[in-house]
């Protein structure tokens, strides 16, 4: 693929940073729009990698960010709500991607991919999932039409710094002897950050994906318990697992909402209220095969044991 100029919002987080790496090792010039350019000094030490800080709501420094750019990357997205930092589904998951086509249009930027989720729809449970329909619902619909959008779809997303593995990891050591897990039966189909970073990265060239929305997920459907007790054995924690019913996961939701960082909430706990898995294997189109969780796993969290990754990836639930 020829060197590109590419512009990403969100190219801080899990998934930018990894989407970066794989980018600028490809060659391409990358721009990450950012409000706090100082917090992610090491991103700059990639060759051809800019930090830019930018508001992104700001029209004016949306276009000119955009100007001479060869394609526009969104990854910006939020797990929760937040009144007192203005943190708001609709203004980052719906408002922003409104802007960020009408800044391509002006700027002359054709191609956009958009990042969604797995179960993103309309009547979703979950403010988060309905956000991110109406978003993604924006991208690829009449809005959009003179752009070439494409859309990805992941199942909770793994890998070094994830909000999966390496936070339950993180959980277990802080949480003494007994550890409360609710949700315990929410079914996942977790996708390697490189897996989704390869798919994004093919796509920008690739025609055959231009309005088109893909699923991506791993190999294995588990149930979060299954996960977690997994996690802990990599992590050489013991703790006793409690996995809780219904009344008081929702309890605990209402909880941890309150407490600083919200570790859980109602809305994620509405969230995993549905499967999170793919129907069918990931796209054909990427020529990708998706790596087990626990064939990464053990690469990237400091461990203390290597459970059997082969009879682990056999206890996948269907
Ligand atoms: N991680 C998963 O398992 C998973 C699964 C499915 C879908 N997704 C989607 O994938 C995307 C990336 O996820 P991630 O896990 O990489 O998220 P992340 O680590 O939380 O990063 C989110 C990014 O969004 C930007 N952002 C957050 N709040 C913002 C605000 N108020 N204004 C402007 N920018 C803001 C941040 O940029 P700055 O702080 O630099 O400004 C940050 O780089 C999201 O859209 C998410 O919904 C993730």
Redesign the pocket.
């Known amino acids: 693929m020829s060197r590109r100029r590419i512009c990403i919002?969100?190219?801080?987080?899990?998934?930018?940073r990894h989407l970066t790496a794989h980018l600028a090792a490809e060659g391409h010039e990358i721009c990450?729009?950012?409000?706090?350019p100082e917090?992610?000094r090491q991103l700059q030490l990639l060759p051809s990698v800019k930090l830019v800080r930018t508001d992104?709501?700001n029209a004016v420094l949306l276009q000119r960010a955009f100007r001479g750019q060869d394609a526009i990357i969104?990854?910006?997205?939020?797990?929760n709500e937040s009144r007192r930092?203005?943190?708001d589904f609709m203004?980052?998951?719906v408002d922003?991607p409104q802007r960020i086509v009408n800044a391509c249009r002006e700027s002359g930027v054709r191609r956009l991919l958009h990042?969604?989720?797995?179960a993103a729809s309309a009547d979703a449970p979950s403010r988060?999932l309905r956000s991110?329909a109406a978003g993604e619902a924006l991208v690829m619909g009449p809005e959009a039409a003179d752009l070439h959008v494409t859309a990805f779809?992941?199942?909770?997303?793994?890998g070094r710094g994830?909000?999966?593995t390496s936070r339950f990891v993180h959980l277990l050591r802080a949480v003494p002897l007994v550890f409360p897990l609710a949700c315990p039966d929410a079914r996942l189909q977790p996708v390697y950050v490189a897996d989704v970073a390869s798919a994004m990265a093919l796509a920008l060239d690739d025609h055959r994906t231009f309005g088109q929305s893909y699923n991506l997920c791993g190999p294995d459907v588990y149930s979060l318990h299954q996960i977690v007790e997994y996690l802990a054995g990599v992590a050489g924690v013991r703790r006793r697992i409690v996995p809780l019913g219904d009344r008081l996961s929702r309890l605990q939701a209402t909880i941890l909402e309150r407490a600083p960082g919200t570790p859980f909430s109602s809305d994620n706990y509405r969230t995993l209220q549905i499967d999170s898995v793919c129907e069918n294997g990931f796209p054909a189109v990427f020529g990708i095969v998706p790596a087990h969780l626990a064939d990464m796993v053990p690469s990237y969290l400091s461990v203390a044991g290597r459970p059997d990754a082969a009879r682990f990836r056999s206890q996948t639930v269907t």
């Open positions: 919002l969100g190219g801080t987080g899990f998934v930018g990450i729009l950012t409000r706090h917090r992610h992104v709501f969104n990854l910006v997205g939020i797990l930092s203005g943190l203004r980052l998951h922003l990042m969604s989720a797995l988060y991110k779809r992941p199942s909770v997303i793994f994830d909000g999966l």
